[in-house]
């Protein structure tokens, strides 16, 4: 385990350990530049060395992967130190900031014949997977739009780093979420699938030097398209998809974890069943925690919080030639050549509003 923050400690760690007590893996050692963090871990989860350089790490014989829970700036660095070595490599998202850095990625990878793959955990949770199926099954005929939305606050909620408020903003932070989800249900397998992505936003604040707010417009290779909105400074937090086809329409609330099927003319009793399913999704999560808070706050996110098991089991499994990652290659390029795109179109837009352009 590279990294051992909040999210290493409270999510990552705990199912590394249940994975070893399964006989899956063996969880070898940790390391983080900051002493006291790699030393409590170490000890919190008994783990049996505990490193402060990751090229002291990269140097083990004994260490097959690595998975990379640091700051979003160092993914890039961390992850071509650790495939250049020969370890397989999980990293959370973003994969990396740019574009350029994920094909310098992609050519180590290569080179090195390593398993990569990124932590997309949204792909986990129930109600993507059941629309997933949904649309392998063609239920939906043919697809023709996706719109999406993730609105959130400020993530000062869970974190009060100031990595978060790089120059990406909310792109970086929230948006591999909203675009791989996006792309992995519109079946997207590789950047040649996009033909090509128009942003506007930026720093809507004006005087917060990062971006904020974005809205994007996708256009896929088979002419069909996606809209997507992201936000920290929304008056309203959500996380919504809304999939068209020829066949009908698909409402996906990750909020509150259901996924609904609409045709033909919308009746009241179909708006009744959106809520219906929102309250049936959230006894659900009651009786999963036994919490009333679970009653209270988003099922949906409580649930991608709780995916990290599958999703690194199927990493190792990957490993041991039992299938593909979670995430293949391919597809974190797709989703990084659309963060990419929308980061300087949204920038380049900043600057001609202030006339710097």
Known sequence: MVGCGKIAETSHLPVLKKLE?????????????????????AKRFQVPSYYTN???????????????????????????????????VL??????????EALAIKDTVKESGVVFSVVQNFRFIDCVKRAKRTIVDGRLGRL???????????????????????????????????????????GVKRPDDIRGVRATGGDMLGHAGFVNHVNA??????????????????????????????????????????????????LVFDLYRRYYEGIKASLREFLRFHSLSA???????????????????????AINGEGRPPVTLQEALAT??????????????????????
């Open 144 to 186: 023709l739009s996706i719109e999406g939305a993730l609105h959130r606050f400020f993530p000062i909620r869970w974190s009060r780093s100031l990595w978060v408020y790089q120059q990406g903003g909310v792109i970086h932070d929230i948006g591999p979420h909203l675009i791989d989800t996006v792309l992995w249900l519109k």
């Open 54 to 88: 990751p090229e002291e790490v990269a140097k083990k014989y004994n260490i097959d992967a690595v998975h990379i829970c640091t700051p979003s700036t160092t993914h890039a660095e961390l992850s071509l130190l650790f495939a250049r070595a020969g370890k397989h």
């Open 21 to 41: 007590r399964r006989g899956i893996l063996e969880l070898v050692a940790v390391v983080d530049v900051d002493e006291k963090a790699a030393k409590r871990a």
């Open 295 to 317: 009653l209270l706050t988003w099922p949906g996110i409580a649930q991608a919080l709780t995916v990290y098991l599958e999703l690194i089991t199927q990493f190792v499994r």
């Open 217 to 266: 417009f996708v256009e896929f290779t088979d002419n069909s398209v996606a809209f997507l909105s992201l936000s920290w400074i929304s008056g309203a937090e959500e996380f919504t998809l809304k999939i068209c086809g020829t066949g009908g329409t698909l409402l996906i609330d990750l909020t509150y974890n259901n996924c609904v099927e609409e045709r033909g003319s919308p």
């Open 91 to 100: 990293v959370e998202k973003p994969m990396c900031h740019t574009y350029d």
């Open 336 to 357: 990084m050549l659309v963060i990419d795109r929308m980061l300087k179109q949204t920038i380049t837009f900043r600057g001609h509003r202030e006339g710097r352009l």
